[in-house]
């Protein structure tokens, strides 16, 4: 861990010495286990340079995510190129990273006189299922989890509903039958846009497409990070209903810092966002959060507008490899997998009810994460266990060394330490 921060310095022009602690007083009792791969970036090494690997290497993602676009691989009829995904999948594998593969899209020859992107009608639907056939015998091994399509009650679907999940319930068939261990997830659902689509998640499990699945997919996309965390809940609440209430992967996750969508956060609140919906979704029980994605693509003008969508990145662009969010992004990578997740109670800890705060407890390193709710600044007194304490800063990945005892005054932007468990 030592020499991937070392590394992450260099590459960013920040100072990063690695250590950590364990937390302080008493604990709700119900801690959650955080899963030892449970941050990723979606669309992780598309560059394939070996800088884009060496700050991964840095940022430490288990997972990355990519579309195995059926018009990609299966441009012609009956012609199959897989080398575009050969070299993604190749680099991602010899880096560490496990890969999911997004099975989704149509490809243009299916189409006859109405072309309808993003839709397999019924008569071609085995020509879909052969593409899921070929590439999930192709990148057997390589790949280790397969989702059904994506953001299908978006414009990624544009066919009936009744006619996506029977291509949801045959696609998994087809999974299974190639490779019965590899993860499969299916749903990928977000809320737009209107809303949760609760009656089209219910139809998805009554239907019993989700009996060969193994997780589902989620897209918590909101307004910001209250929001977002209520609508996870929301839609925990409803797959709870058939039993996937603690098998929900975020697949992708993220907050513009530009352009038009409603959910635009300022640059400056960037980190904040990335450790605030780390930590909740930790808590709450999710399996894995994927941010959505690495880079900002380089900027290019549309009628003077610039899309929301290009402004996603934990890092400025390719050719300007400032950190957006990186910096927290890797605080929640190296801190918070592998861990029990715990959350304070005023009561026990005499930790104003304002502050919110969350120990992450690893077999030899911990961290604590707390913020205050509101306007203004609390003053604390925080008593740290363990040995080596550092407080580390989430914008500029900076660190200094505390003492075990510290007052603090806790606002909007969280405070993040870290320390050394002591060894009996």
Not at 47 to 74: H, K, M, V
Not at 144 to 167: M, R, S, V, Y
Not at 234 to 245: I, L, T
Request: hydrophobic share 40%; aromatic share 14%.
């Amino acid at each position: 861990m030592r020499t991937a921060l070392k590394q992450f310095s260099s590459l960013f022009s920040i100072l990063f010495v690695v250590s950590c602690t364990s937390i302080p007083v008493h604990i709700v009792p119900d801690g959650r286990q955080i899963p030892a791969d449970f941050t990723g970036i979606a669309h992780a090494g598309r560059t394939g340079t070996d800088t884009e690997f060496q700050q991964l290497s840095c940022l430490n993602p288990s997972w990355t995510l990519y579309t195995f676009a059926w018009n990609r691989i299966e441009a012609m009829q009956g012609e199959w190129d897989f080398s575009f995904y050969d070299k993604i999948t190749d680099d991602c594998v010899a880096a560490g990273i496990k890969i999911i593969g997004i099975l989704a899209y149509d490809a243009g020859w299916i189409h006859e006189e109405n072309r309808r992107l993003r839709y397999v009608p019924p008569h071609r639907l085995p020509d879909f299922l052969l593409y899921v056939k070929k590439t999930v015998e192709h990148f057997r091994g390589r790949v280790d989890a397969w989702c059904i399509w994506n953001e299908p009650n978006f414009h990624f679907w544009t066919g009936p509903q009744d006619e996506f999940i029977e291509l949801s319930r045959q696609t998994a068939d087809v999974v299974r039958e190639v490779d019965s261990d590899v993860i499969l997830l299916a749903g990928a659902f977000n809320r737009m846009p209107r809303g949760l689509p609760v009656g089209f998640i219910k139809e998805l499990f009554e239907s019993g497409a989700m009996e060969k699945v193994d997780y589902i997919a989620f897209h918590p996309y909101e307004a910001n990070v209250k929001r977002s965390i209520r609508l996870y809940e929301q839609f925990r609440k409803v797959v709870d209903e058939y039993g996937f209430g603690d098998k929900i992967w975020i697949t992708e996750m993220g907050f513009p810092t530009g352009g038009w969508y409603p959910s635009r956060i300022s640059l400056k609140r960037l980190p904040e966002a990335v450790i605030k919906i780390y930590t909740h979704l930790a808590y709450a029980g999710a399996m894995n959060v994927l941010w959505y994605q690495l880079y900002d693509p380089e900027i290019r003008e549309r009628r003077g507008i610039r899309k929301s969508e290009d402004y996603f990145g934990l890092i400025r662009s390719v050719s300007d490899p400032t950190s957006k969010g990186a910096n927290a992004f890797r605080l929640c990578a190296f801190y918070m997998p592998d861990t029990i997740c715990y959350v304070l109670t005023s009561e026990q800890d005499g930790i104003p009810r304002s502050i919110q705060a969350f120990s992450f407890r690893g077999e030899k390193d911990s961290a604590l994460v707390l913020w205050k709710d509101g306007i203004g600044k609390k003053r604390i007194n925080i008593r740290l266990p363990g040995t080596n304490h550092l407080r580390h800063n989430i914008v500029t990945g900076n660190e200094v060394t505390v003492p075990a005892e510290i007052n603090i005054r806790v606002g909007r932007e969280p405070v993040f330490f870290t320390w050394q468990n002591s060894i009996d």
